[in-house]
């Protein structure tokens, strides 16, 4: 039999953590029986951003094909940028694909400079994590939940100015 099997179950909890537990329990204590606590009304709950972190990252490898073919003179475009894969508008033209890319840059500024970097080197540099957090000086686990939370910010920034559509 394994050791990890014969081991109690161990639960560690910051000081804190318990003083503000003992602390709801005595003001619990202290209310009368029949006070009821009002509740604000519920707000609607937000939409969960991790559902749409994939449609975050087509968006912006759709941003580096974008950017790629604005970079280039518009008469010397041979082929059409194609229709959009994630976002509701689509591209048909030089002038759409210059606004898209704008529009994204614009995005991508107001994220910190850690979130732009992750980005980068995993989604549109295609790195591996193990090679991110190499070059990042951090470990693996940090840049998962890192990369996690910046693709959410992004999905935030998308949503907020229409780049990206939940739909109903």
Request: proline residues 5%; positive net charge.
């Amino acid at each position: 039999m394994s050791a990890a099997l014969q081991l109690p179950k161990v639960w560690a909890v910051s000081l804190a953590q318990t003083a503000a537990w003992i602390e709801r329990k005595e003001s619990r204590a202290k209310r009368p029986e029949n006070a009821r606590v009002s509740k604000a009304p519920a707000a609607e709950p937000a939409p969960n951003l991790g559902f749409y972190r994939k449609h975050t990252e087509n968006l912006l490898r759709r941003y580096l094909y974008a950017s790629t073919q604005v970079g280039r003179s518009p008469s010397i475009l041979s082929e059409p940028i194609g229709r959009g894969w994630v976002s509701s508008h689509p591209v048909r033209s030089f002038e759409d694909a210059v606004i898209f890319v704008l529009d994204v840059e614009r995005c991508l500024n107001r994220l910190s400079a850690l979130d732009r970097q992750l980005l980068s080197r995993i989604v549109l540099q295609e790195y591996t994590r193990e090679e991110a957090a190499a070059m990042l000086g951090m470990c693996v686990r940090s840049v998962s939940s890192k990369l996690a939370k910046s693709l959410d910010r992004l999905t935030e920034q998308f949503l907020t100015t229409g780049l990206l559509i939940i739909p109903d």
